[in-house]
């Protein structure tokens, strides 16, 4: 039996994980097994429970991971104040994020189903989703804390909402449409009705 270090057992648990959080957004928890999730890492079933003790666990993990990747990745790197938050809502409402879920925000891709989940799923989504919003509180008011924090979330509802309803509609011009209003909607919200 082959014995893997420590740091290879870490980088294969991420690869798992970074996969699985693809491949939910995509095609939803239940709409993907274990079989799947593991093959798309590049592993067989048997190596899911070296790493991980069920699907529930491997799915609360790869949530919490997507939301500090976006986090990580939109958020904090946007600019600071009013201008960060006119690039965080163009991101979310664009054409490229509406037309690639598995690439984007596990909010819209998922939110439906994380209602659905086990308490340490919705917790881990809870978790995630306030580092999220924090971020961009910090933008919104950073002198008024609590009331950014409402807003900041108020924000993030409206721009799920819209890019799911702009995922599902089969007539582009439609969506693309949604997509537009959806951006003036979330910067009237911000109290900035001008988009540049």
Known sequence: MVRYSGEHKQETRQRIIETAGRRLKRDGIDGSGVSTLMKDAGLTNGAFYAHFTSKDDLVATAIADQLQALNANVVAQAEPGLAGL???????????????????????????????????????????????????????????????????????????????????????????????????????????????
């Open 86 to 196: 006119h690039q965080i809502v163009r991101w979310y409402l664009s054409a490229e994020h509406r037309d690639n879920p598995g690439d984007g925000c596990p909010n819209a891709a998922l939110l439906d189903e994380i209602g659905r989940c086990t308490d340490t799923t919705r917790q881990a989504y809870t978790d995630g989703v306030l580092l999220v919003i924090d971020g961009i509180a910090a933008r919104v008011a950073p002198d008024d804390p609590p009331t950014a924090r409402v807003k900041a979330l108020s924000l993030l509802a409206m721009l799920a909402g819209t890019l799911q309803l702009s995922r599902a509609l089969t007539d582009r011009q439609l969506s693309d449409a949604l997509l537009e209003q959806g951006i003036r909607n979330a910067l009237a919200l911000l109290g900035n009705e001008q988009h540049s």
